[in-house]
């Protein structure tokens, strides 16, 4: 009698079934036994576990193949999934997508000796809150608190972990349960959907606006300043740009009229260049520095964008506001843990030495590369990408125009050099290539990411310090892209 193919799908279902091998015997073969001794049994038999669930429903549904059940392939399946547990989530990439300070990329990248005080901090012991000189307990806050003031001209300063924070401590700090008069221009969303009428009411401050959003001027301020006013905050729009029929109040001119009225004025410049980056042929950013100088009483600025740091908050101004910030119960919450702290340290120690910045510290190294020197690397670059794409893709040396990021500087653009590559052929079906293309990259032991645009997937050398590591994966990226490996 002739079975139904669905009969058979079952039967053969049941057959396969029940050659599963169980998860005890798997573990006693001596494949899997090598990965016991090297991931331990916790670790290979909860692996073995999944991988028998899934071969499971795989042929509960008639989805198994019989060689999927031998014990060589489940032996390498096993060995493949202890190798991807263990593999990390956060992973160094290459930034190839033209923006320098890239927020989903980590955003700056760190210098060498910042990276090295990481490390020798965490070998061992640390004095993170411990007076080397008294023997008693120390402020972590002194680990880099002389540097800021030496550097902006500070009577003191704090850190936080991130400059959101900064701002709200700041605000909670300065103002909780009071007002705080802010200009409708500056009511910036710093990211992430988290906006200054939200830092405000988070921070239990009362906002009251003044002005308009493309006009400010001082009597707006003038006539907002009464009782019940704790604060006046500025905020540098880094993130967008308002042109044309505009009008803004300086700090230098805002400052005399909050003193006046015993008020003291705060300014959150965001992206915080502590140099003045004009003198590196590119667009000009307050510095904390002049705002001090121009009377603010607290600025509170990045550690990780211009600075070229780790993610911080740095809150710098007058002894008397910094001392109330510093004691603020919402402080502890916000503190920095010694790692970014190390690293804080080395990366301000660098400015000490502003001479040697451009070649110790990535980000202005990136943000001040010559085009020349990247278009160079791309002509030297291009005969391999292109070998290696061939006959699927044809690649070529364009100019590009590169971006700050990060919202810092939205509007000002970097000439830069990059290779454009394109399906060959018709161009029928671009979209897809380009986008297996772009999984195929990322998808390299060491993921490259580009962007898409105008049907070419493009790769900005700006930020390609060294070549070897992308040369190196050609093969591999060939291979991600089913085509059969170049001869010789």
Same mark, same amino acid.
């Given at each position: 009698?002739?079975?139904?193919?669905d009969?058979?799908?079952v039967?053969?279902?049941?057959a396969?079934?029940?050659?599963?091998?169980?998860?005890?015997?798997?573990?006693?073969?001596?494949?899997?036994?090598?990965?016991?001794?090297?991931?331990g049994?916790?670790?290979?038999?909860?692996?073995?576990?999944?991988?028998?669930?899934?071969?499971r429903?795989?042929?509960?549904?008639?989805?198994?193949?019989?060689?999927?059940l031998?014990?060589d392939?489940?032996?390498?399946?096993?060995?493949?999934?202890?190798r991807?547990?263990?593999?990390?989530?956060?992973?160094?990439?290459?930034?190839?997508?033209?923006?320098?300070?890239?927020?989903?990329l980590?955003?700056?990248?760190?210098?060498?000796?910042?990276?090295?005080?990481?490390?020798?901090?965490?070998?061992?012991?640390?004095n993170?809150?411990?007076?080397?000189?008294?023997?008693?307990r120390?402020?972590?806050?002194?680990?880099v608190?002389?540097?800021?003031?030496?550097?902006?001209?500070?009577?003191?300063?704090?850190?936080?972990?991130?400059?959101?924070?900064?701002?709200?401590?700041?605000?909670?700090a300065?103002?909780?349960?009071?007002e705080?008069?802010?200009?409708?221009?500056?009511?910036?969303?710093?990211?992430?959907?988290?906006?200054?009428?939200?830092?405000?009411?988070?921070?239990?401050?009362?906002?009251?606006?003044?002005?308009?959003?493309?006009?400010?001027?001082?009597?707006d301020?003038?006539?907002?300043?009464n009782?019940r006013?704790?604060?006046?905050?500025?905020?540098?729009?880094?993130?967008?740009?308002?042109?044309?029929?505009?009008s803004?109040?300086?700090?230098?001119?805002?400052?005399?009229?909050?003193?006046?009225?015993?008020?003291?004025?705060?300014?959150?410049?965001?992206?915080?260049?502590?140099?003045?980056?004009?003198?590196?042929?590119?667009?000009?950013?307050?510095l904390?520095?002049?705002?001090?100088?121009?009377?603010?009483?607290?600025?509170?600025?990045?550690?990780?964008?211009?600075?070229?740091?780790?993610?911080?908050? %740095?809150?710098?101004?007058?002894?008397?506001? &910094? *001392? +109330? =910030?510093?004691?603020?119960?919402?402080?502890?919450? @916000? /503190?920095?843990?010694?790692?970014?702290?190390?690293?804080?340290e080395?990366?301000?120690m660098?400015?000490?030495?502003?001479?040697?910045?451009?070649?110790?510290?990535?980000?202005?190294?990136?943000?001040?590369?010559?085009?020349?020197?990247?278009?160079?690397?791309?002509?030297?670059?291009?005969?391999?990408?292109?070998?290696?794409?061939?006959?699927?893709?044809?690649?070529?040396?364009?100019a590009?125009?590169?971006?700050?990021?990060?919202?810092?500087l939205?509007?000002?653009?970097?000439?830069?050099?990059?290779?454009?590559?394109?399906?060959?052929?018709?161009p029928?079906?671009?979209?897809?290539?380009?986008?297996?293309?772009?999984?195929? %990259?990322?998808?390299?032991?060491?993921p490259? &990411? *580009? +962007? =898409?645009?105008?049907?070419?997937?493009?790769?900005? @050398? /700006?930020?390609?310090?060294?070549?070897?590591?992308?040369?190196?994966?050609?093969?591999?990226?060939?291979?991600?892209?089913?085509?059969?490996?170049?001869?010789?």
């Amino acid at each position: 009698m002739t079975m139904r193919p669905d009969e058979s799908m079952v039967h053969g279902s049941k057959a396969l079934l029940q050659q599963l091998p169980s998860v005890d015997r798997i573990l006693q073969w001596p494949a899997v036994q090598a990965l016991v001794a090297t991931h331990g049994h916790t670790l290979v038999a909860g692996e073995a576990r999944a991988l028998v669930a899934r071969r499971r429903e795989a042929a509960r549904a008639g989805l198994l193949a019989p060689a999927a059940l031998q014990p060589d392939t489940l032996a390498a399946d096993l060995a493949v999934r202890c190798r991807d547990r263990l593999a990390p989530r956060l992973r160094p990439v290459l930034n190839l997508t033209g923006t320098v300070i890239h927020t989903n990329l980590g955003r700056s990248v760190l210098a060498d000796e910042a990276i090295a005080r990481i490390v020798s901090t965490m070998a061992g012991p640390n004095n993170l809150e411990f007076d080397l000189d008294t023997g008693g307990r120390g402020d972590r806050d002194t680990l880099v608190e002389e540097l800021l003031c030496e550097i902006t001209g500070a009577e003191a300063a704090t850190v936080v972990n991130n400059n959101a924070g900064a701002v709200l401590l700041t605000i909670a700090a300065l103002a909780r349960g009071r007002e705080v008069v802010v200009s409708r221009g500056e009511l910036v969303e710093i990211g992430g959907a988290f906006r200054m009428p939200d830092v405000m009411a988070s921070a239990g401050a009362q906002m009251v606006e003044v002005g308009t959003t493309n006009r400010t001027h001082p009597a707006d301020y003038q006539q907002a300043l009464n009782e019940r006013t704790a604060l006046v905050m500025k905020v540098h729009t880094s993130n967008y740009a308002v042109q044309g029929f505009t009008s803004a109040v300086s700090e230098a001119v805002l400052a005399p009229l909050c003193h006046a009225r015993g008020v003291p004025l705060a300014t959150d410049l965001g992206s915080g260049s502590l140099i003045d980056l004009a003198a590196h042929g590119l667009p000009r950013e307050p510095l904390p520095q002049e705002m001090l100088r121009a009377g603010c009483d607290v600025v509170t600025f990045s550690g990780d964008k211009l600075l070229g740091g780790p993610q911080a908050g %740095l809150i710098v101004g007058s002894r008397a506001a &910094v *001392g +109330r =910030i510093r004691k603020f119960p919402m402080k502890r919450a @916000l /503190r920095m843990s010694k790692l970014p702290l190390a690293a804080l340290e080395a990366t301000l120690m660098l400015y000490l030495q502003p001479e040697r910045l451009v070649r110790d510290l990535p980000t202005l190294r990136h943000l001040t590369r010559p085009q020349s020197q990247v278009a160079a690397m791309a002509q030297a670059l291009q005969p391999a990408v292109a070998q290696a794409l061939s006959p699927r893709f044809e690649v070529g040396c364009v100019a590009l125009s590169s971006q700050i990021g990060s919202g810092s500087l939205p509007v000002d653009r970097l000439p830069s050099a990059g290779l454009a590559i394109g399906p060959a052929g018709s161009p029928k079906g671009v979209g897809t290539a380009l986008d297996e293309l772009a999984r195929a %990259l990322r998808g390299l032991p060491l993921p490259v &990411v *580009g +962007r =898409i645009a105008h049907d070419q997937l493009l790769l900005d @050398l /700006r930020c390609l310090d060294e070549a070897a590591p992308f040369m190196a994966q050609l093969p591999a990226l060939r291979e991600a892209l089913g085509m059969e490996p170049l001869a010789g």
